[in-house]
């Protein structure tokens, strides 16, 4: 296993302004798992992009051996004839289409004159099988779960002979069981002789499955972690990805007087005509002033349905149920009449419904509080920059200036824009949906600490997490939501990932 299939030797890729990697070097052997792990920004995507096509030979410098033989991958196409595939975190496959349509997009099996779909069905029904995926290969990739769609993807990938399988953030929106079970497919694929580079901000899952890794900061390589020899442990990982140690994830928490009631849901029900059932019933919980409340649960449990129906219902529940702001009884009919009783609710897909990712850092900042930048309907481009300034700064958003365009920014950084989005309006109560999704540690302890700078303030946080250390490290309170319902409340002092999760499954 020593033999490398893949080396990549001082390789620099520039965009304009920004060094986005500086002579990387980064070797991988035949047949074992190889991580690839750095903070939002440190180049990880960039390198990978750079692997298989998506940055062209000679929009870079260096050099890219596969196999021993020298490389010059002008696109995909080309990375996927040297057998290098490649899946991103947002999956690229057409819903409409069937998992078998999808599978061999692109790469269709041709008779004499028309694509072949009897043979199309029967390899993919194979590719199917060799990802443990038993689904019919005429369903329709819409009506498949994350993890199958995940798994889809994969068996796409494997249907064309791939030595090298590159999965950048694959279990960031899966579910437990559903990481688990793509884990240990990964070392099936291992122990078949398929190599794979994984990108992932999970520090757990990487020391469970890397036979090395690798650490990129700031465009540059860092070090060549063996796990053999017992070199990949957290805090090294963590020491070399932020360049400083960091002992304890979660700020310390500060003594905090727990003020008055901020928001209360009382016998709160939804239905969801798109899917023709009940989807909340009976939920009763509140918020205080100076608490962060963890809302934990399993995926699919209700938890970020009952964010949105609480913030204005923007999907369109039918609702039963009561909402006191500071204990008046409110009725949100739109988002915007939440936010103007002081409620705003930070989205856990931040490229999809947070931010507008075409433009740029201020024009985000302010775009949910206009009024408070406008004179008759005019924006005041001068007040837009200062305050989009003021939250680059109180917020540590990292871009060389607020023009530069969203799209451009780490994960990180494009998560503090959606949080400065919403602190910009002004809210008492801040629901935080999924607050560090595919961030690395660096930049979450960032959030922790703006989090607990936000409720020492006064301000109430409700956070929706998956990660039960996150929950247990982060709330004062802990409700544990299970198919639509409430069950259970823990203050802090007495909640344990086993309680939770007991309840989690009730």
């Known amino acids: 296993m020593d033999t490398p299939i893949l080396e990549m030797k001082d390789i620099t890729k520039e965009f304009p302004g920004v060094k986005a990697l500086s002579n990387v070097s980064f070797r991988v052997k035949k047949g074992e798992i190889h991580c690839l792990v750095g903070e939002n920004g440190a180049g990880k995507s960039t390198l990978m992009k750079v692997l298989s096509g998506v940055y062209p030979y000679g929009s870079y410098t260096g050099d890219i051996l596969f196999d021993g033989e020298p490389q010059k991958f002008f696109n995909i196409r080309d990375s996927e004839r040297a057998g290098i595939a490649i899946i991103y975190q947002e999956l690229a496959l057409v819903p409409e289409m069937t998992v078998y349509e999808n599978i061999f997009l692109g790469n269709e ?283 680059k700064t109180s917020l540590n958003i990292k871009t060389p200036t607020v023009e530069q365009k969203v799209m451009n920014l780490s994960g990180g950084n494009q998560q503090k824009v959606s949080v400065a989005k919403w602190l910009f309006v002004k809210p008492d109560v801040l629901i935080l949906d999924e607050p560090t999704r595919g961030i690395d540690v660096g930049a979450k302890f960032e959030i922790y600490t703006i989090m607990r700078r936000l409720v020492s303030q006064g301000m109430g946080i409700i956070m929706i997490s998956s990660e039960l250390p996150e929950v247990l490290g982060m709330s004062d309170r802990i409700y544990i939501v299970s198919s639509g319902r409430i069950t259970g409340e823990l203050p802090i002092e007495e909640a344990t990932q086993e309680k939770i999760m007991q309840m989690a499954t009730n």
């Open 109 to 391: 099996i041709k008779g004499r004159f028309v694509i072949d779909w009897n043979e199309t069905i029967k390899r993919a029904g194979d590719a199917l099988k060799k990802v443990r995926l038993n689904v019919n290969p005429e369903t329709k990739v819409k009506d498949l779960g994350v993890g199958k769609q995940q798994l889809v993807e994969i068996a796409k990938a494997l249907s064309k002979d791939v030595k090298l399988l590159i999965l950048d953030e694959p279990t960031a929106a899966l579910n437990e069981d559903d990481s688990e079970n793509l884990l240990n497919l990964l070392r099936e694929l291992r122990g078949h002789g398929v190599t794979c580079i994984l990108i992932s901000h999970k520090l757990k899952e990487v020391i469970e499955i890397a036979d090395s890794v690798t650490v990129l900061r700031d465009g540059q390589t860092i070090c060549t972690l063996d796990a053999a020899q017992g070199e990949v442990t957290e805090n090294r990982l963590i020491k070399n990805m932020v360049g400083r140690e960091i002992n304890n994830i979660y700020p310390p928490k500060e003594k905090r007087e727990v003020g008055e009631s901020l928001l209360e849901v009382r016998n709160w029900n939804a239905y969801s005509p798109a899917l023709g059932r009940v989807i909340l019933r009976d939920v009763n919980f509140n918020v205080r002033k100076g608490e962060i409340v963890g809302i934990a649960g399993l995926m699919g449990s209700g938890r970020t349905e009952l964010a949105l129906s609480i913030f204005g219902n923007p999907v369109g529940y039918q609702i039963r149920g009561d909402i006191y702001i500071k204990g008046k009884k409110k009725s949100f009919h739109h988002p915007q009449d939440a936010i103007s009783a002081g409620v705003a609710y930070v989205t856990e897909d931040r490229k999809g419904n947070g931010l507008v990712l075409i433009q740029d850092v201020k024009q985000n900042i302010t775009l949910a509080n206009l009024r408070e930048i406008a004179k008759r309907s005019v924006v005041n481009d001068n007040m837009e920059v200062k305050v989009a300034n003021e939250y």
